[in-house]
């Protein structure tokens, strides 16, 4: 079994869907990365969380330590929000990626 | 502030051949952390560097290896190059002894013939 774990793994969306992408790992972390990766391989951090809940601009990204779970979420979304995302915990200071959710949103 | 930068940006080798890739970490990060990414799976951990050392490693053989200097720059080489080893290759950079946000570079896309 994977330690990090993804869901769903694809996801097609119109333009203005509210997209919820969720993560549950099975290791003790410090902290977790939501990161987004575009085709040709550039990774964005998008959040560093490591309790409750953070927002920026249309993305929001929660996380429950004591279930090992986290979400993202990205409310009227938009095509240029089309790219994998990747949830990455951190373990001893190195982090440890899920294999991503592949997004399309299409206009 | 470039951000992390890497180089190069893509490299074709022969199998048995040696490489090393660069990388540059954001101004004001002290910590490199290597990732290797075969297509269509997650980054794999390779191995972290702070104050020039190695303090991190993942599940890879020693043919994988690092460096880091007093700039906080980094170079990952590989020797004996294997097909399997084609992948993009992604440095991340970090503050505070990799506890701070990571950030990514584009990363050196990796062909082994």
């Known amino acids: 079994k994977n330690e990090v774990e993804q869901s769903p793994q694809n996801l097609t969306a119109q333009e203005g869907e509210f997209i919820t992408i969720n993560c549950s790992y099975s290791?003790?972390?410090?902290?977790l990365h939501w990161l987004q990766q575009h085709p040709g391989g550039g990774i964005v951090s998008l959040f560093m969380?490591?309790?409750g809940k953070k927002k920026h601009g249309r993305l929001i990204a929660t996380i429950n330590i004591q279930e090992k779970h986290s979400s993202l979420h990205i409310t009227a979304s938009h095509p240029r929000d089309s790219a994998v995302y990747i949830c990455?915990?951190?373990?001893?200071?190195?982090?440890?990626f899920g294999t991503g959710t592949r997004l399309q949103v299409f206009p | 502030d470039a951000g992390v930068t890497q180089s190069p940006t893509h490299l074709i080798k022969t199998r048995g051949q040696q490489v090393t890739l660069r990388c540059s970490p954001k101004?004001?990060?002290?910590?490199v952390s290597w990732y290797q990414q075969a297509l269509g799976q997650g980054p794999q951990f390779i191995f972290q560097?702070?104050?020039?050392?190695?303090?991190q490693r993942g599940n890879f053989p020693d043919r994988f290896s690092g460096h880091q200097f007093p700039n906080y720059s980094s170079e990952l080489n590989v020797n004996a190059l294997l097909l399997g080893d084609s992948a993009l290759y992604l440095c991340?950079?970090?503050?505070?002894?990799?506890?701070?946000?990571?950030?990514f570079g584009q990363g050196t896309r990796l062909t082994v013939v």
């Open positions: 991340a950079s970090s503050p505070f002894t990799g506890r701070g946000v990571a950030f």
């Open positions: 290791v003790g972390i410090s902290a």
């Open positions: 990455a915990p951190r373990n001893t200071d190195k982090l440890i």
């Open positions: 969380l490591s309790s």
């Open positions: 560097y702070y104050e020039e050392e190695e303090r």
């Open positions: 101004s004001g990060h002290d910590t």
